[in-house]
């Protein structure tokens, strides 16, 4: 992996040759500056949303996004470190300057684009639910989930918690800051469901085959998964993207998708 990570790095440099023309380019690029510099690039992730990033038995982080940003790092040949953060915080460690960009299973929507710029999509997710109940997981739209009785978590801040309160209003929701406490939740019986991105759902499926959980055969909607940078980073931006389509065209971002989301054997990593 390392012989062809050199050899995309290069052909990435001579897509980047060109510095700055202007004090407006120049300002652009500090992002991508400071971290050729500082020989660090800081990822922002939650490290609790398997299986695109959590912590394994053995301490490491593991997951699709982690995976995916030790290739982009390789590529601009400098170290990765990883900042754990809570999901509802990874925009404002972003803006603050804690970390040069955002991995964590994070939608592009309007509204984040107003404090960050995306680059990716690198896959594409969807909304989806968890329940015990046989009739909700028969749900084809929202509509037939907006039933005042009903009592929903999602993970705060989160486009789930937005999906809740727009296209869901009638249902009671309680947010939480981590799956790990939605999903005790739903087993406790103290919510109906748990509305979540359908690769959140299906693991914890399958992680508790004795529980009787259900989810449904389609998503509710589809949402890009991306990367966020702080805006007018546009150097930063603009290698990533190169990063993303060398990725994809080498056929390793195929390789990771494969691995982490069409298949099971990484959860004997999970603790």
């Known amino acids: 992996m390392t012989r062809w990570l050199t050899t995309l790095a290069g052909a990435l440099a001579l897509l980047l040759i060109s510095g700055p023309t202007s004090a407006q380019e120049a300002s652009a690029s500090s992002g991508l500056s400071q971290i050729v510099s500082s020989g660090t690039l800081r990822v922002g992730m939650s490290g609790s949303q398997p299986p695109l990033n959590f912590e394994g038995k053995d301490g490491a982080m593991h ?155 389609e998503p509710l909607t589809i949402e890009p998964i991306g990367m966020a940078v702080r805006p007018g980073g546009g150097a930063l931006a603009n290698y990533l993207d190169n990063a993303l389509g060398a990725l994809e065209a080498s056929g390793f971002l195929s390789g990771l998708r494969s691995r982490w989301l069409e298949r099971n054997d990484w959860v004997s990593e999970l603790p």
């Open 63 to 217: 997951g699709l996004e982690v995976d995916l940003a030790h290739g982009i790092a390789g590529l601009m040949r400098v170290k990765l470190q990883i900042v754990r953060t809570p999901f509802a915080e990874l925009l404002d460690a972003l803006e603050s300057g804690k970390v040069d960009l955002v991995m964590s299973g994070m939608t592009t929507t309007a509204e984040r684009s107003l404090r960050a710029s995306f680059v990716g999509p690198y896959f594409l997710s969807g909304k989806s639910i968890l329940t015990r109940s046989t009739t909700l997981a028969q749900a084809n739209k929202a509509g037939d989930l907006d039933q005042a009785e009903l009592k929903l978590a999602a993970l705060e801040a989160s486009t789930s918690e937005q999906f809740v309160l727009s296209a869901i209003p009638k249902a009671s929701l309680v947010t939480t800051a981590n799956y790990d406490e939605a999903v005790k939740l739903l087993l406790d019986g103290k919510v109906d469901a748990l509305v979540a991105d359908r690769e959140i759902v299906m693991l914890t499926a399958f992680l508790h085959p004795k529980e009787g959980l259900a989810t449904l055969r």
